[in-house]
Every structure is written in C-alpha cells, then in structure tokens.
C-alpha cells in the first residue's frame, strides 16, 4: 500500500493515517481479533470525528473514510459479549452510538474487509457506504440465532441493505459467506487478492471522496438508510430500559 503522508492524532489500539486525496485510513490493532467493547467503539468513534474536524464539519470538502483490519487473518469478530455481564450500557454507550456515528457520517466510507468478520461486525461493515473483502481468507457471519443473543436494531441494515432472502440468510439461519459466496449475495462490493486490497480502497476512497464536496453526502445517505439510522440513535446512551439480552453461549 501507498505511503500514507501523515499519521493523525493517537488513539487506544487503532491508528489513522492521511493519504493522497484526503483519503483517511482507520487500522484496527486490538488483540486478538479487534473485538467491540465500549471504550475501543468510543475510539473508533473519535477517529471519525478527528477526520470531520480535519475536512470539515459540514462536509464540504473532498474525502473519504477507510476502516481496516491490520492482518489477513481477522477485521473484527464482533462484541466482547462479556462485557455486559459487568456493564450493562456497555452497547448503549459503545457499539450503537458507533453505528449511529458511521451512518451518519458526512463523507463516504469504506469497509475493508481484510479477514473473518463476525457478529456485531457484520452492521458494522454494512454501516460502511461500500465493502471491499478479501478474496483468499475470512468468513462474514452472523450468528446471533444461534447464541440466544438479540438486541434492538440487529436486522436494521441487513433488511435495508440486502436482499430480503439474504437478510433471512443472515439473520436467521447464521450462513457463513465466503468472499465470493459475498459479492454473489451483494453484501460486498468487491473481493480482492489481499496484496491489492489496500490500493483498490485507497482508489476507491478517491474516486468517492469527491461526491462529498457540496456538502450533501451524508443528508442523501440518510434517505436511503435513515431508519436504521434514527433506530441507533434512539437506543444510543439509553440506561433507563433493557435493550439487549445477554447471549446464551459465549464464544
């Protein structure tokens, strides 16, 4: 990948870096598998808004958002399931208001898929604009069904985003996709050779990242995904109401 030109502020286990064409790349590196806790999605959150304050509230500049794994082998597998046994606004507090922080987002965003991505890692690829998956290694998958596990909003982006069939797929039957098996359902954009990847996203963030310069990027995406959008709002830093059922199963 491209040399970036800057690296931006210091965050807890993640790095952000500036490319040509005002293209920011956010690098996961939480052992073992970038799991989501609150703190680590308050991180993720806070370099979202580094990068906003770095082009611009509003949204009025040219830019894009990368967010990748740091190796082949992992993205994100999803929640640190334990954490709610200790506290229970872990996800009211972390993962949903990082949903809402994504999805709301002024300019456009990119998952880069680099391995596994599992559970709660699935809405946070589909809060991403596009999806760019390694072709070689990692499964996406989601699996609450088969942990007892539910919490408000989980069908939002897959009914918005995907195909009824492949919601259902998803949601209630767990499937585990290849990249291939991916791009055919349309969960992914693109699968890519994992020496590619980073360049095809870094093009990518530029050819995108111009569409956001009138300012309206973030408003029109709201016309397409704002259900999902005002349901994460809605659940987001709420201590007053159970919004989750622990899992059943721990992985």
Not at 69 to 88: H, I, Q
Not at 178 to 206: K, S, Y
Request: charged share 25%; hydrophobic share 40%; net charge neutral.
């Amino acid at each position: 990948m491209t040399e970036p030109l800057e690296t931006i502020s210091t965050f807890r286990n993640l790095t952000l870096t500036r490319h040509a064409g005002n293209v920011f790349i956010i690098t996961m590196h939480k052992p073992p598998e970038n799991r989501l806790c609150s703190w680590y999605c308050q991180e993720i959150i806070r370099a979202f808004r580094t990068v906003q304050n770095v082009l611009g509230p509003g949204g009025e500049k040219e830019g894009a958002v990368i967010t990748r794994g740091s190796d082949a082998k992992f993205w994100c597998t999803g929640l640190e399931l334990d954490e709610s046994d200790t506290n229970p606004f872990a996800n009211t507090d972390g993962f949903y208001p990082m949903l809402a922080a994504i999805v709301d987002f002024p300019y456009p965003t990119i998952a880069l898929l680099t391995g596994h991505t599992f559970g709660g890692a699935v809405p946070f690829a589909l809060a991403h604009d596009y999806r760019i998956m390694n072709v070689r290694r990692g499964f996406i998958c989601m699996p609450p069904v088969d942990l007892g596990l539910h919490f408000d909003g989980i069908g939002a982006l897959p009914r918005l985003k995907l195909g009824p069939k492949v919601a259902r797929k998803m949601l209630l039957e767990a499937h585990r996709w290849t990249g291939r098996e991916a791009l055919e359902d349309g969960i992914v954009d693109a699968v890519v050779e994992p020496e590619e990847m980073g360049e095809v996203a870094l093009e990518w963030g530029r050819r995108w990242g111009g569409k956001a310069k009138m300012g309206v990027y973030g408003v029109l995406r709201a016309e397409l995904w704002g259900e999902a959008l005002e349901k994460f709002q809605r659940i987001s830093y709420v201590h007053g109401r159970e919004t989750a059922r622990a899992a059943k199963v721990k992985i």
